[in-house]
């Protein structure tokens, strides 16, 4: 086991994803108690949610968690570029007598500049805290390691990762193309290499002086002991985790990831603005017909009103239902179950591999 990973009491190398909406207080508290690193997402929920979240999950948990905060650049707000999109999703919208907003609002904050959430990670002291979409200011991060937490950082390719090692860093997850969800990346509007996920652990981990953790299209343990070998600390898994009964994906999220063999997922930006990575839905193929949307999280206003606009008329297909690569392998079990069936996998996976 890593020193890093002793040092969060873990048993098992594995990282629960922080999925926004799904990673529940119940899903996280049961992953820690079970040996893994289990983790929330506050940047999509107001702070008293997210104190509320934490103290909580905190009574229900001794071990180490993850609170996880959103580190994009605020959005560049284009009036025509919205009403353009709101305009071409209009008839998606008239299907169901609804219409779309008047207007969008940037409903997400970015930690880059949220002092209240700042501070209620100080005073909390958060024993992890991981970001997304890039990084907070020097000054951000002195103080979050000043309060011991320790901290990670999603990268997609290698300029990225040496900036979060730069910038004090304890460990980067390398978010292979095959994931689940958002994009990590910095900037969205450079260029993606689309690394897979062994290609960046196997770069990464030879280039760095941090740790490396694993992430995308990781299902079961040998995928764990694979990252592994390549170099990995540990391994995140985000999918593997949504058919847990403690997470709280929509009904019809769940019942599509499980209900196909073959669950096919797509990239689109259709959703939110950003790249994310999602089962195949009514919105994902609207989403092929479509270009253009405003910047992230503008235009994820848009896509939840039609969510919320679709299902009040019973038709779910318009949810996010982020999911990588790995979904026809998910699981339905309990997360203490699904962490004892992986570290099982992985021991056996290890010792194939002559890891002992």
């Known amino acids: 086991m890593h020193p890093l990973l002793e040092r969060l009491g873990l048993k098992v190398p594995i990282v629960q994803a922080p999925m926004a909406g799904t990673s529940t207080v119940a899903l996280a508290s049961a992953t820690s108690n079970a040996g893994a690193l289990g983790s929330i997402a506050i940047g999509h929920i107001g702070v008293e949610a997210a104190a509320c979240d934490i103290t909580q999950l905190r009574a229900a948990t001794n071990r180490a968690f993850n609170v996880n905060l959103f580190c994009h650049q605020p959005a560049r707000r284009d009036a025509a570029v919205e009403a353009a999109w709101l305009t071409r999703l209009a008839p998606a919208f008239a299907a169901f007598d609804a219409t779309p907003p008047k207007a969008l609002q940037e409903i997400y904050p970015s930690f880059i500049d949220d002092d209240v959430r700042l501070t209620l990670l100080l005073t909390a002291r958060v024993p992890v805290v991981s970001f997304h979409f890039g990084l907070p200011s020097a000054e951000r991060i002195a103080a979050l390691r000043q309060s011991g ?79 592994l070998t390549l170099g990995a600390v540990a ?40 790249p994310a990575r999602s089962l195949v839905n009514a919105f994902t193929e609207l989403g092929e017909r479509l270009t253009d949307p405003p910047a992230y999280p503008v235009a994820y206003d848009a896509g939840k009103a039609l969510n919320a606009a679709a299902r009040a008329r019973g038709d779910f297909g318009y949810g996010a239902w982020w999911a990588g690569q790995g979904a026809p392998m998910a699981r339905a079990m309990p997360a203490t179950r699904l962490i004892e069936t992986l570290s099982a996998e992985l021991s056996t996976a290890w010792s194939a591999y002559g890891g002992g």
């Open 149 to 227: 937490a320790v901290l990670l950082a999603t990268v997609t390719n290698l300029d990225e990762a040496s900036a979060a090692a730069d910038a004090g860093i304890d460990a980067v997850v390398a978010q292979g193309y095959e994931a689940g969800g958002h994009r990590g990346v910095f900037d969205p509007s450079a260029p993606d290499a689309q690394l897979s996920t062994s290609f960046l652990v196997r770069r990464l981990s030879r280039a760095l002086p941090i740790p490396v953790i694993a992430a995308g299209g990781i299902m079961d343990g040998a995928g764990v002991a694979g990252a």
């Open 235 to 274: 391994a995140q898994m985000g999918t593997a985790f949504i058919a847990c009964p403690e997470a709280g994906a929509d009904p019809a999220h769940r019942d599509a990831l499980l209900a196909r063999a073959q669950s096919r997922t797509v990239m689109t930006r259709a959703i939110s603005g950003r």
